[in-house]
């Protein structure tokens, strides 16, 4: 395996420049109006991975998604093989304009795609398992498909895509065969934000995270959403801010003394200087929070974001299920059993707290008959209804649990909206306009995730 040296911060790494630099260049003659990425779920993990490819000569890569993360991240110790890769310099703009960016100034070992001499150095996350560490950032080919469904293809390329060199231990705990993490967030150098200026189409991806044993998809630019048969869900998206929260919720926990400076969770420290950086998350205002129609009573406070970044509510597909704060949970589940008195409870199953005789629950078009949760966000014209099939989880014993979990008194936020109850979701995030469509549950609009077409 490579080792990076000790990182030395390059001068002017962490200045943040307020300017737009694209790492790839454009498509000659114009580019394709939209790419896609196929998403499928992994039953072990209960992770969503894609397939992409890369490299010259080019080979597919299977990675997780990650609504978090600063970049897209691949391991380039196992067989990392290209002609076509480049490191960033030190000292170049996309370095300077990374705040927790370092310079590896010699390399230890042979020169290779993880370990250049004078390059830019950022620190990789595997976001399921919480562990980081530095990795050289690089260019290189990126491929991706611009149909989906009957067949994707074909490939639309970015010939200079910029990317962190991770290290095999990093994908410990991803799904069997990913290498990598595909970053989908609102930071300058995640997927949309680099595809949008390289294909030169709007800054805004839509998300269909399907359940397992079928197919969903990331579309990122202009294209329409039409799913079989004959379901167009363009202009009838509800939207709700995103809001950004001015703390980063995204913890480093590193400490380099022979650098002398510190990243935390919420701050960047050098030579006693200190810069706050905003979280690159997707957070929404939701101010309540529904079940069969009837408020749950909650303390307001938690559901704002507080000046240190705590609180609030944000979306992640690297958490299985949504994470409530220890009194909201509470409420919710109190809320739901009295809703459910007349059904047998079943024994609980961690990680949940609330379940029932499967046996005992009927079955919609919309899954579990159970009662409804409905997310406020920001009043109730814009409410996202959660039906059975995205509050209720199966368990092997046959109980039916309602899907969400305990995240204790003091969690840095306090509503994490995790994948399964985003699952045939159709969720718009539109970084231009800083908004997040969302169209309900597909099967009630006979449709699902698996069914989306384009080209």
């Known amino acids: 395996m490579a080792r990076l040296p000790p990182l030395a911060v390059a001068s002017g790494a962490l200045l943040l420049l307020f300017v737009s630099v694209s790492p790839c260049r454009a498509v000659a003659g114009g580019g394709p109006s939209s790419v896609v990425l196929p998403v499928s779920k992994d039953d072990a993990t209960q992770q969503y991975v894609t397939m992409f490819r890369q490299r010259t000569p080019q080979v597919p890569v299977k990675a997780v998604l990650d609504l978090a993360g600063t970049m897209l991240w691949v391991d380039c110790d196992a067989g990392y093989v290209s002609?076509?890769?480049?490191?960033?310099?030190?000292?170049?703009?996309?370095?300077?304009?990374?705040?927790?960016?370092?310079?590896?100034?010699?390399?230890?070992?042979?020169v290779s795609a993880g370990c250049l001499n004078d390059t830019c150095s950022e620190f990789p996350k595997n976001t399921a398992t919480s562990v980081s560490t530095a990795g050289n950032i690089i260019t290189d080919v990126l491929s991706l498909p611009t149909t989906f469904r009957p067949a994707p293809g074909p490939l639309a390329t970015a010939p200079a895509f910029l990317f962190t060199c991770g290290h095999t231990f990093l994908t410990q705990g991803l799904a069997d065969g990913a290498t990598g993490m595909v970053s989908l967030s609102r930071a300058r150098f995640a997927l949309p934000t680099q595809l949008a200026d390289t294909f030169g189409f709007s800054r805004k991806f839509a998300l269909c995270l399907p359940p397992a044993s079928a197919a969903g998809v990331v579309v990122f630019g202009d294209a329409p959403y039409t799913f079989q048969p004959g379901v167009d869900l363009s202009k009838s998206l509800i939207y709700t801010p995103l809001l950004v929260n001015p703390v980063s919720t995204a913890p480093y926990g590193r400490k380099d003394k022979t650098t002398k400076y510190f990243i935390g969770e919420t701050t960047i420290q050098l030579k006693g200087r200190v810069?706050?950086?905003?979280?690159?998350?997707?957070?929404?205002?939701?101010?309540?929070?529904?079940?069969?129609?009837?408020?749950?009573?909650?303390?307001?406070t938690l559901l704002a974001i507080d000046k240190k970044g705590v609180g609030g509510t944000k979306l992640s597909t690297v958490s299985p299920y949504t994470v409530l704060e220890r009194s909201i949970h509470q409420a919710v589940t109190d809320a739901f059993a009295k809703e459910m008195a007349a059904i047998p409870r079943a024994p609980a199953v961690e990680p949940f707290k609330l379940?029932?005789?499967?046996?005992k629950v009927g079955s919609t078009r919309v899954g579990p008959a159970v009662p409804t949760i409905e997310l406020v966000l920001q009043s109730t014209a814009a409410s996202w209804v959660v039906f059975g099939a995205n509050s209720m989880v199966a368990t092997k014993g046959g109980a039916l649990c309602l899907g969400v979990v305990d995240a204790g008194t003091e969690p840095q936020t306090s509503v994490?909206?995790?994948?399964?109850?985003m699952e045939d979701n159709l969720l718009e995030f539109d970084l231009e306009a800083s908004r997040l469509g969302f169209s309900s549950y597909l099967p009630s609009r006979q449709t699902t995730c698996n069914n989306f077409r384009l080209g």
Request: glycine share 12%; net charge positive.
């Open 275 to 300: 810069w706050r950086e905003k979280s690159t998350d997707y957070f929404v205002s939701l101010t309540g929070i529904k079940v069969n129609g009837h408020t749950v009573p909650v303390n307001a």
């Open 83 to 110: 002609s076509s890769y480049a490191g960033v310099r030190c000292g170049a703009k996309p370095c300077r304009l990374l705040k927790n960016a370092g310079c590896a100034i010699t390399c230890l070992d042979a």
């Open 416 to 421: 994490v909206i995790g994948g399964h109850m």
């Open 355 to 359: 379940c029932y005789d499967g046996r």
